[in-house]
Nanobody, 123 residues
Framework: QVQLVESGGGLVQPGGSLRLSCVASGYTSDFYSIAWFRQAPGMERQGVSCISTSDGSTYYADSVEGRFTISRDKSKNAVYLQMNDLRPFDTAVYYC????????????????WGQGTQVVVSS
């Protein structure tokens, strides 16, 4: 059974940084993409970033381009989201998901989801 577990969320001041981790277990050899989504209270889920497992190509939403970096460590079955220059509007629950099209806005096509990790950006 496939499982995705996120970690690394927390409270940070505006301008600060956090690094989120997503560790996959189970039958992961057929993963072709791993993505990060976020959902703020009262808002729809939003695609943040995605990485292709075949060629390492990446995707970023306009709102995080230049501030967030997605990376992958195959040996650890992990994907990371380095978030710099965080702003209050980045506050959300961040979810890791696998096997869907990079660039998906809502993630409805994705097969697997983690439980989420809370990020709060506030002074």
């Amino acid at each position: 059974q496939v499982q995705l577990v996120e970690s690394g969320g927390g409270l940070v001041q505006p301008g600060g940084s956090l690094r989120l981790s997503c560790v996959a277990s189970g039958y992961t050899s057929d993963f072709y993409s791993i993505a990060w989504f976020r959902q703020a209270p009262g808002m729809e889920r939003q695609g943040v970033s995605c990485i292709s497992t075949s060629d390492g190509s990446t995707y970023y939403a306009d709102s995080v381009e230049g501030r967030f970096t997605i990376s992958r460590d195959k040996s650890k079955n992990a994907v990371y989201l380095q978030m710099n220059d965080l702003r209050p509007f980045d506050t959300a629950v961040y979810y890791c998901a696998a096997n869907g099209p990079c660039g998906s806005h809502r993630g409805l096509e994705y097969d697997y989801w983690g439980q989420g990790t809370q990020v709060v950006v506030s002074s």
